[in-house]
T-cell receptor, first 114, second 112 residues
Framework: DVKVTQSSRYLVKRTGEKVFLECVQDMDHENMFWYRQDPGLGLRLIYFSYDVKMKEKGDIPEGYSVSREKKERFSLILESASTNQTSMYLC?????????????FGDGTRLSIL | DQQVKQNSPSLSVQEGRISILNCDYTNSMFDYFLWYKKYPAEGPTFLISISSIKDKNEDGRFTVFLNKSAKHLSLHIVPSQPGDSAVYFCAASGGSNYKLTFGKGTLLTVNP
């Protein structure tokens, strides 16, 4: 079974702080993704990566950056946290395939920015 | 511009009856569709998928139907069980693009 592990289930930070969210997968997947989930808005893609050191912007990249130094690890960085970044953050991974294979999700990090 | 739409925010059914969750899409490039289930405080889990070359895919109690001409898909759960109560997300991807575009979700409540 694929295991996607997010480092924290709950996190509370202050406005202006630099925040790191970590994600590790154990199935040698090429693709990794960061989403945020907000009530009434579903899952929105922030950034994704299809290889080490490669990254592409998703639909809502503003205020975020990512890092992928190793294949199994994908980090989401909030450069200067703001209250509108309070959300549930979900990491996912998948195999590289011609036809969108299922993405496997972690259990999420509920981030509160005060 | 919402490319994947789940127009029903919630659905309530009785245990043992059929649950039908609907999803519409606008992007003609989408050719692969997935359904995910999400319980509170957990990540979404993959349920079932369908390629655009098919119009039906079945896995146990779950069946997904695809109507390409109408750009519509539906998930049927028969029989519904209380443990099926969760938020269901429809998702789509196109061509070699492995990005998924998600709908906003439908909260299914199955009453005992």
């Amino acid at each position: 079974d694929v295991k996607v592990t997010q480092s924290s289930r709950y996190l509370v930070k202050r406005t202006g702080e630099k925040v790191f969210l970590e994600c590790v997968q154990d199935m040698d997947h090429e693709n990794m993704f960061w989403y945020r989930q907000d009530p009434g808005l579903g899952l929105r893609l922030i950034y994704f990566s299809y290889d080490v050191k490669m990254k592409e912007k998703g639909d809502i990249p503003e205020g975020y950056s990512v890092s992928r130094e190793k294949k199994e690890r994908f980090s989401l960085i909030l450069e200067s946290a703001s209250t509108n970044q309070t959300s549930m953050y979900l990491c996912a991974s998948s195999l590289l395939s011609a036809q969108g294979p299922p993405q496997h999700f972690g259990d999420g990090t509920r981030l509160s920015i005060l | 511009d919402q490319q994947v739409k789940q127009n029903s925010p919630s659905l309530s059914v009785q245990e043992g009856r059929i649950s039908i969750l609907n999803c519409d899409y606008t992007n003609s490039m989408f050719d692969y569709f997935l359904w995910y289930k999400k319980y509170p405080a957990e990540g979404p889990t993959f349920l079932i998928s369908i390629s655009s070359i098919k119009d039906k895919n079945e896995d146990g109690r779950f069946t997904v139907f695809l109507n390409k001409s109408a750009k519509h898909l539906s998930l049927h759960i028969v029989p519904s069980q209380p443990g099926d109560s969760a938020v269901y997300f429809c998702a789509a991807s196109g061509g070699s693009n492995y990005k998924l575009t998600f709908g906003k979700g439908t909260l299914l409540t199955v009453n005992p």
